[in-house]
C-alpha cells in the first residue's frame, strides 16, 4: 500500500511516501515477511534532493519482535543508514514514535526492516515517510533523533511498554541497547524554559530492579512496603538499597548513573539548581532547565547486567512562559 501525505500548510511543501512491501493493508505475517525492505517511492525523484535535509519518518504501526535479555534488536529490527545522523537499531512496540534522518549530501537513504522468519509473531508496520526541506519549518535542528513543536507533549522511549518482554522473562528489559540519542523541543515563542516530569509514578524505570518494587504492572508478587517502613524508620537503611516505585527515594542521579539514564542540562528543582545532569532508577524528580535549546538526552549501554525489568519512561513536558 502506498499513501500520499501532505503536511500541512505551516510545514511548507514536502514530498512523501508511505512505504511497505506487503500484501495485505501493512501487515505482514512471518510467513510472509523477507529480509529486508528497501523503500525508494517514485514520488521522490520529482523532488530536487538538493532541497532535502531530512527525512521525518512516523511510525503509524510498528510491532517487531522484542529485543534479547540484554536489550538488542538481534530477531527483528529496523535499520536506517546512508544518512548523516545515526539512527539506532529500534525494535518490539513503538507505534506512533517517529524519528529525523538527515540527509548525507546527495547519498541514499535506505530503510529497511530486518526479520528473523524462524521467530514467529504477528509484524506490522506502517511507515509515512515526509521528506523535509532545507528552509521548512517542520525541520529538526541538526542531531536531533526526535523533535517535538508543541508547548507541551509526551516523551516515550522506544518499546516502552507496561507488559513483560517475553523473550526474556527474568530479565524483562524493554529498553533498547545501545542508544545515544537527543529529543529536541522546539521552543515556543515567550516561554523560557522547560519543565520534565514522569508521566505517572510507574513511567520512569530505567535502571536498577525495577521488578522488586512494581508489584502491578510486570512485576513479582512480593510486598515490601512493610519491610520498607521498618528498615528506614529503625534501622536506617541506604535509601539506594529499599526505595520506592516513581518517588524521590528511587530516583538515582550523576555519577550512578553508570548504564542508562536521561541527561536533561542545567536542572533545577522548585529554583534550586541541581548539580548533576544524570537521572536513572526508578523515579524521576520534576526539574526545569532554561538550557536552550531545550533537549533530553537518552543513553543506554548495552546490556542490561543486574537490571531487572526496566521499561524506560514516559515524560511529560511543559515549556513554561518567560517572567514578564
Ligand atoms: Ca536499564
Ligand atoms: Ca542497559
Request: with cysteine.
Amino acid at each position: 500500500m502506498v499513501q500520499f501525505f501532505h503536511c500541512s500548510a505551516w510545514c511548507g511543501s514536502l514530498i512523501l511516501s508511505v512505504l511497505e512491501r506487503t500484501t495485505s493493508m501493512g501487515h505482514v505475517s512471518h510467513e510472509e515477511n523477507v529480509p529486508i525492505m528497501l523503500v525508494q517511492h517514485p514520488e521522490l525523484a520529482l523532488m530536487d534532493l538538493a532541497f532535502a535535509a531530512y527525512l521525518r519518518l512516523d511510525f503509524l504501526d510498528f510491532s517487531l519482535a522484542q529485543p534479547n535479555s540484554s536489550g538488542v534488536c538481534d530477531l527483528d529490527f529496523l535499520l536506517v543508514s546512508g544518512g548523516a545522523s545515526t539512527v539506532p537499531r529500534l525494535c518490539g512496540e513503538n507505534t506512533n514514535q517517529h524519528v529525523y534522518v538527515d540527509f548525507n549530501g546527495a547519498t541514499p537513504i535506505t530503510i529497511s526492516i530486518d526479520t528473523n522468519t524462524n521467530f514467529a509473531f504477528d509484524r506490522r508496520w506502517n511507515i509515512r515517510i515526509q521528506q523535509i526541506e532545507c528552509d521548512s519549518p517542520c525541520r529538526a535542528p541538526n542531531g536531533c533523533l526526535q523533535y517535538y513543536k508543541g508547548v507541551s507533549d509526551t516523551v516515550t522511549s522506544f518499546n516502552y511498554g507496561t507488559t513483560v518482554n517475553t523473550r526474556a522473562p527474568l530479565i524483562g528489559t524493554r529498553q533498547m541497547a545501545n542508544l545515544n540519542y537527543g529529543v529536541c523541543v522546539r521552543m515556543a515563542l515567550g516561554y523560557c524554559s522547560i519543565q520534565w516530569s514522569q508521566s505517572d509514578t510507574l513511567s520512569f524505570t530505567v535502571s536498577g530492579d525495577t521488578g522488586s518494587l512494581d508489584t502491578t504492572v510486570i512485576g513479582r508478587k512480593i510486598k515490601f512496603i512493610f519491610t520498607i517502613d521498618i528498615i528506614i524508620s529503625e534501622l536506617n537503611f541506604s535509601y539506594r538499597a529499599i526505595h520506592f516505585l516513581g518517588t524521590d527515594l528511587a530516583a538515582v542521579t550523576g555519577t550512578d548513573c553508570t548504564k542508562d539514564f536521561v541527561i536533561i542540562p542545567n536542572p533545577s528543582i522548585n529554583g534550586t539548581a541541581e548539580n548533576v545532569d544524570r537521572f536513572c532508577g526508578n523515579g524521576l524528580v520534576t526539574k526545569t532547565s532554561s538550557l536552550k535549546p531545550f533537549v533530553l538526552y537518552v543513553v543506554t549501554d548495552g546490556d542490561e547486567i543486574g537490571e531487572i525489568q526496566n521499561r524506560g519512561f514516559i515524560l511529560d513536558y511543559t515549556q513554561i512562559a518567560c517572567a514578564v
